[in-house]
């Protein structure tokens, strides 16, 4: 490997840091609800946020939608009572930089413990689902370009999700669109991988 070789290598594994610090970021600013830093890991040329059974949302303005026009979440960011992320895990983090460096993708499984307010008394809650996203590099920044996170079980701690695989659909009426990859367990579905096999390429 000469001087080149080893530069662009290195490069690419500062590239991979990056973009997996981006979105464990998120994961922390979820967990606390800072909703404004949460907008500002989005490019502004953002292609879409498509959140679960919420619903799909277009570009940075829907971005921005989402998460500083919703009305459960309205007042201080720190101060929503009843709700705490417990925690977001996220693992398993297949990225793929492309040859040009200015582009990527990455797949995560993440499973979110919380508890939050539903019809004004407090739930306890599972979440287990995979994300597929796409980030760009804007002035040496790694961003959100798009931004799919897929559920596979929302269910109480009480009831567990053999019984209650879904709790209820959240789809709220100022999505651009319905979310059109929702297909809880036990559909069977699987959220299609954006790399190709190592060895079979398929």
Not at 110 to 134: D, F, S
Request: glycine share 8%; proline share 6%; net charge negative.
């Amino acid at each position: 490997m000469n001087l080149a070789e080893m530069e662009k290598q290195l490069t690419l594994m500062e590239d991979i840091q990056a973009i997996e610090d981006v979105q464990k970021m998120y994961g922390y600013y979820m967990d606390t609800h800072q909703r404004e830093q949460i907008v500002s890991l989005f490019s502004d040329d953002t292609e879409s946020f498509e959140l679960e059974s919420v619903g799909l949302y277009l570009g940075k303005k829907g971005v921005r939608q989402f998460f500083l026009e919703n009305d459960l979440l309205k007042g201080d960011e720190m101060s929503v009572p009843n709700w705490i992320n417990i925690l977001i895990m996220m693992f398993q983090d297949v990225i793929d930089v492309a040859p040009d460096g200015k582009t990527a993708k990455g797949r995560w499984n993440t499973w979110l413990a919380e508890a939050m307010p539903v019809g004004g008394i407090p739930r306890q809650q599972w979440c287990q689902g995979y994300y597929e996203n796409e980030y760009v590099k804007e002035h040496g920044k790694w961003l959100f370009r798009k931004l799919h996170w897929n559920v596979t079980v929302f269910t109480s701690f009480e009831a567990g999700w053999l019984k209650v695989p879904l709790l209820g659909l959240l789809t709220r009426p100022d999505a651009d669109a319905p979310a059109p990859h929702f297909h809880p367990y036990p559909s069977g579905y699987h959220l299609p991988y954006h790399y190709p096999h190592p060895v079979t390429g398929e």
